[in-house]
């Protein structure tokens, strides 16, 4: 389903369009525009009390998700994701390369992730944001802990010539939570990764590669990444927006594999979390990777 939210919470609501102003709390005494302005937490959490967000949402329900794969033709893989109207575009580019000395048959996986100033005017040009360095580095522990990919599976031959994988990950727009985008645009475009054949001959030590692009990638592992914000340490949001995210106490990612396992958890600082509200999470959390990767298998198999 396209709407990754538990029928519970599923009450009809139009989640793209904003609430007008005269949907607004009564208790607002100047208009909704300018009170965001000037008190924007107190503005978040006068919706909140009433059980909506600003953007017309109930608290647990996650924007909309669409997948799109092969959107870099000149990559060997590539896909693009959007989370309501963040937007991640994955390419990645396979290499040929020498393996390390004590792992002769791995290859590698090199993801880099960037939110250049086009995605929101808040990142400015120069050295990469707090926000993109601390997404790249939970790529990286996600690729590390869920080992999705067999990395022996991308030997060419032993010692000599291994692939490399190089996965640019790129927000095109920036809206709230790219953590989770950036992820899935990762992992869908892995899904989507063509491999030519590769043969390494010892007489002159070289690699010769074929031009057709055949060979898939076999993942053990599908991860989904789930984000949720905590406002005022007492109300969980499901996959906060770019409005919400400075007012946030703490977050929560929650990485569910593809059986419904848990595959890892996220919570950098802030607020702490009741055992209950964890459990609450974590079964929201499985019920957006199964519509996740529902819509992951139909882009893929449209292609």
């Known amino acids: 389903m396209d709407d990754s939210t538990p029928a519970s ?27 965001k302005k000037i008190h924007p937490t107190e503005y978040h959490r006068r ?21 799109t794969v092969g959107a870099i033709t000149t990559a060997h893989g590539s896909a693009m994701a959007r989370l309501g109207e963040t937007t991640v575009v994955c390419g990645i580019k396979a290499e040929i390369t020498e393996p390390k000395t004590g792992a002769p048959r791995d290859g590698f996986i090199v993801p880099n992730f960037d939110l250049p100033p086009l995605s929101s005017p808040q990142f ?18 996600v690729l590390e802990s869920s080992k999705l990919l067999n990395l022996s599976d991308l030997c060419i031959e032993e010692g000599r010539a291994v692939w490399v994988l190089y996965a640019d990950i790129v927000c095109l727009n920036y809206e709230g939570n790219a953590m989770d985008a950036a992820m ?60 919400e995210e400075p007012h946030l106490s ?10 419904g396992g848990l595959c890892g958890m996220l919570k950098p600082g802030g607020s702490p979390l009741g055992q209950e509200t964890l459990t609450s999470c974590l079964e929201a959390a499985r019920t957006r990777a199964t519509d996740i990767l529902g819509i992951l298998e139909g882009a893929l198999a449209e292609r």
């Open 124 to 141: 400015k040009p120069g050295p990469p944001s707090e926000l993109s360095q601390s997404i790249s580095e939970y790529i990286n522990r």
């Open 47 to 67: 919706f909140l009390s009433q059980g909506v967000r600003a953007d017309g949402r109930t608290l647990s329900r996650f924007r909309k998700a669409k997948i």
């Open 250 to 259: 703490s977050q929560l990612t929650v990485i569910i594999e593809q059986n």
């Open 9 to 35: 919470v599923q009450n009809g609501m139009d989640v793209d369009t904003p609430p007008s102003v005269t949907s607004t709390p009564a208790v607002f005494s100047l208009d909704s525009e300018t009170f």
């Open 184 to 243: 899935l645009a990762l992992v869908a475009a892995l899904q989507h990764v063509r491999l030519p054949t590769a043969t390494f001959y010892e007489a002159d030590n070289t690699v010769r590669v074929k031009e057709q692009r055949t060979i898939p990638l076999k993942l053990s592992r599908t991860p989904i990444s789930v984000t949720f914000g905590v406002f005022d340490g007492q109300f969980i949001l499901a996959d906060p927006d770019i409005e």
